[in-house]
């Protein structure tokens, strides 16, 4: 028994012996095993694309495939080649000297086993963009190349607006169409309502931003029409793109046919006149009987006085004449609806009218005028290179020589902020014939950012008109649009909260310079700039 128990310690101790050996012979020949003397790198042929936010491979391959985990590789950005993204290195990845933005972002795809040196690149940016190295290294040879990475970015949703076009005639409009914020350059579309495209008479325009986003804008030359609308489409692919519509006609005001205006004034202040001379009467009438009341009351009193007593059906009659006429307040008192002729009902406020459902015409100045509510600016929020007189006027007044000012932007807020309804004000820029260098008027969100460097942009929370003594009048949009005044004294701003939408307005001749129809933001504060230099005022009216 103890023989066989022998033997088969010995057949175990030798199985045990060959698994030993096999494994120290083959470890070290993997380990040995010698890189390739030469060889190259494949990559795509064209760019690489993704979405801002997404996880992206740029993907390297070795060729001919062999184990690549004893050799260096290298990922850099073109822009920096002493600074790699990523550092493959002594079997492991090195933590420096790569650029800080790329750290916990990068990685290799795996398979180095089989020649594969891929990047993952996760949480891609705009500024990730561009061209990337693929480089592997031995101590006999080296290689690189390289593979270019597209961020896309979805812009903002098209602003349209109509204007009159110039010489244009024959009823026709410019309708100008601006999106912002894309990456790489947009296309942009014109069709009418069935979704036919316009590819003649049109224009179009991109400009880049400091990030590098682009903006593009178009200008049409369309017939006027109040029932054909028009689309215009911004993309990047079927997947990316933003659409907005419009109908292309201006509404033209009563004031520009002679005499109609003048004519429906007057008839207006004749109507007016009738229904007020028609309430005084009634209301004298009322006060006229309420006299008469207590006149036979006291005349009542002074028959009995001679008479030495009142039956007790004369005092129920005389109390049963008293009560027959009221005065309003008494009818009022007594739970009574006081109505005269439907005096009260005929007229709404311009809440009530939105409510019923009237339609508002921001072509139409007197539309808007109707909403005019008071404004009164916010001392504490002003630049200190603007002072405020009684809430309502601003001026600029010296700077202080200071290292750092507060910031480069020269305006003021309003105590004001509207989140809801319509409303409209009026900012007077010109005083007699003396005329202002520049100004600038408009709404902004709440919480804007307030450093020197952020222009004021819609996508910063900026809407304003502005004018300059160089450029003229323009407002805040990349590209600007063109906006012809003549004369400008008061310039109207209305507010639609509701719709999203913020109007200008030429007080003067009563007419629309120009709509903004994407004003989105929870809270909106009136503001104003004197301009800059410039000590004559500007004040709400």
Known sequence: MFTTFGNRGTMHLGLCLRVLILVALTVPIRAAQPAQETFTLTVPNGPTSTLSGSSVSLLCQVSPLFNVEPLEVRWYHSSNIHSPALLYKDHKIQETPVVPRYRGRVSLTGGMERGNVSLTLERVTLEDRGEYVCQVSSEQWYEKASVFLTVNVTGREPVLSVAEARGGGGGQVNVTCSSEGWSPQPKLTWRNKDGAEIRNEQEVLNTSDPQGLVSVSSWLLYACSYSDWLACTVSLSEEAKREGRILPHIYTAPTAVPGVYKEALIVTLILSLVIICALCSVILCKRRGSMWSSSQKSRNRS??????????????????????VQTPTEQRAAGEEFNLEGAENTVQTPTEQRAAGEELNLNDWHHVKIFKVNILLDEKNAHPAIRINKGKRAHYVKEKDTEKPSRTHLHVFSEERFSSGQHYWEVKVKDGTTEK??????????????????????????????????????????????????????????????????????????????????????????????????KIPIKIN
């Open 303 to 324: 028959d009995q006085a001679e008479l030495g007593q009142r039956p007790a059906e004369t005092e129920h009659l005389i109390k049963g004449a008293e009560n027959t």
């Open 437 to 534: 260098l520049s100004w600038y008027v408009g709404v902004a969100r709440e919480n804007v950012d307030k450093r020197p460097a952020v222009p004021l942009t819609p996508q910063n929370g900026f809407w304003i008109l502005s004018y300059d003594k160089e450029q003229g009048f323009h407002v805040n949009t990349d590209p600007q649009p063109p906006i012809t005044v003549a004369k400008l004294t008061i310039v109207g701003v209305f507010l639609d909260c509701d719709r999203h939408t913020l109007s200008f307005y030429n007080v003067d001749t009563k007419s629309l310079l120009y709509t903004f129809t994407d004003v989105k933001t929870s809270n909106y504060f009136p503001l104003l700039s004197p301009g800059r230099c410039d």
